[in-house]
């Protein structure tokens, strides 16, 4: 159908849970990633297993539920450095290798303004806010190894099946390679200037072209494959909420939005006392930036003095979005008959930029909060999260035909429908307050969102698990908290898709991510 669609799905080789772009199910996995919200808030909701719907009294119900802001009757700034670590174990082609990185951020920043008292009116009191907020961090690392002893594996032969099935001449491919510009107009002819494939020449009919072979064909290959992905969901939030007899709290929010999204993909491949190349391999690079805004309403209720309801509903996410995609080929040969000059080519495309519009799903949330001795010992709470991927949506006006544009919807929305399912979240928490001493714990599930097995990980074993600690101290000027953690879930991909599932080699990932985020704040 779209030009798009067939000549960038010949670009990428990565299956679509690993980045690239070029069909229907790739953006709608986009869409998906982009909604993935694991855990976000300041120390003392993060302790508790992120639980925000039933919990009034802090910067979270900023872009948790506004209606907790109604609890405050002092004005207060604070601030939430964060720092994630990924630690996740791959495993490709039999061998496990371990893959870590650390980052710092600011998880959110605000300033919260407490009205005055009025007990004269039904309007107790109102409050209203604003923050910075990260809704999603996309910080992830994972580094494989592993020898490929088969000789139909390789990168290679993606390139070999692009080119014998697009039946590229030897000319063909020579016009669209420009060493002299470190440029290829695809993929196949960056391969063949840089000698990685090879034509089949009649010396009688002076033809050269297909079938082509690659380079170092019948040797193991040893294999590296690394995906690093770095950005935030992000938005600037404005609340207000106001008490009503001490009973029923009513909040609202709108928040702009901002997406930031990078990965770069790192294949390489060194063949095995291979004659011709010392190694060769390919990068992709994989941005999307864009604003959005969204808006959410909430309620809590105190049914006694010991128990309280809360309820949530945040409106989908409408955002402009503009991904740019990048791709380069590079070899070091190691026979010197073969002149690769330069050592890498970068593969431009006509469709390296596009743009469109993203509609996250909505979400809508219930809790229950018990309070031990009224608050004086602490509390327990829960809180159950509907999240309606299936109303995950992508359009576009990129291209000229509007035909284009409508089929391009359509076929995104087919494919959500197909391999995402709407989920509830559960999570639970508790604090013991002692003193001025807050001690927290949590834990929260998050069910798989996905409908379908892919690269031969079961759906199932992509539901995560969070478990969450902490501590923190107040007082009538001051507080400070500090919460960690714990992150587990299964994910993979295709380092390259053959046709053939069994010359496709999948990294298999154990995704362990750990944060441990400081909130410290004043009360004036």
Excluded: C
């Excluded at 297909?210 to 040797?219: G, L, Q």
Aim: proline share 3%.
């Amino acid at each position: 159908m779209n030009k798009l669609f067939i000549f960038s799905a010949s670009l990428v080789l990565l299956s679509p849970l690993a980045f690239g772009q070029g069909t229907a199910y790739d953006y709608a996995d986009d869409a998906f990633r982009f909604s993935d919200f694991s855990q976000n808030g300041t120390a003392r909701f993060r302790g508790i297993g992120g639980n925000h719907t039933a919990l009034g009294g802090d910067a979270s119900n900023l872009f948790g539920n506004a209606a907790g802001l109604a609890f405050y009757n002092r004005s207060e700034l604070s601030i939430s450095p964060s720092f994630t670590s990924s630690n996740n174990q791959s495993t490709f082609l039999g061998q496990q290798t371990a893959g870590s990185m650390g980052k710092v951020s600011i998880g959110q920043f605000s300033a919260i303004f407490a009205g005055g008292d009025n007990r004269n009116r039904r309007l107790h009191r109102s409050a209203w806010g604003i923050s910075y907020s990260q809704s999603a961090n996309f910080f992830d690392y994972s580094d494989a190894y592993g020898r490929n002893n088969n000789q139909n594996s390789s990168l290679l032969q993606t390139y070999v099946n692009g080119a014998n099935s697009a039946g590229y001449s030897e000319q063909a491919l020579s016009d669209a390679y420009r060493p002299n510009e470190r440029r290829a107009d695809f993929k196949e002819a960056a391969a063949y200037g840089l000698f990685l494939i090879d034509p089949t020449t009649n010396a009688a009919t002076n033809y050269s072209g297909p079938p082509y072979t690659r380079a170092d064909a019948s040797t193991p290959k040893d294999q590296r494959s690394t995906l690093s992905r770095s950005g935030t969901h992000s938005q600037w939030t404005l609340a207000y909420a106001g008490n009503l007899d001490d009973k029923l709290y009513i909040g609202g929010s709108i928040a702009l939005t901002h997406l930031r999204y990078s990965s770069e993909f790192v294949f390489l491949e060194t063949p095995v006392n291979g004659q011709s190349f010392v190694n060769y391999g390919q990068t992709n690079r994989f941005e999307v930036n864009g604003n959005g805004f969204s808006a959410s309403l909430g309620l809590l209720y105190k049914l006694t003095p010991d128990v309280q309801l809360g309820a949530n509903i945040i409106s989908p996410t409408l955002s402009s979005a503009r991904e740019v995609f990048s791709q380069s080929l590079s070899a070091v040969a190691k026979d010197p008959g073969i002149p690769v000059q330069p050592g890498s080519i970068d593969v431009v495309t006509p469709y390296d930029n596009f743009e469109y519009t993203l509609q996250t799903p909505l979400r809508a949330s219930g809790g229950l909060t018990y309070f031990l001795n009224k608050g004086k010992l602490g509390f327990i709470t829960a809180t159950a999260e509907y999240v309606n991927y299936q109303g995950m949506r992508v359009r576009t006006s990129y291209f000229s035909a509007q035909q284009d544009n409508t089929d391009f919807k359509n076929d995104v929305k087919q494919e959500v429908q197909l391999a995402y399912q709407n989920v509830v979240n559960v999570r639970a928490g508790a604090e013991i307050r002692a003193g001025l001493l807050r001690l927290r714990a949590g834990v929260g599930y998050l069910p798989s969102a996905y409908k379908v097995d892919l690269d031969r990980v079961a759906r199932a074993d992509r539901s995560k698990l969070l478990l969450t600690a902490g501590a923190g101290i107040r007082n009538t000027r001051f507080f400070a908290d500090l919460s960690g953690s714990y992150l587990t879930y299964k994910s993979g991909y295709s380092a390259y898709q053959l046709n053939s599932d069994a010359n496709s080699p999948t990294v298999a990932i154990d995704n362990r991510s750990t944060n441990v985020t400081l909130s410290v704040g004043v009360f004036f």
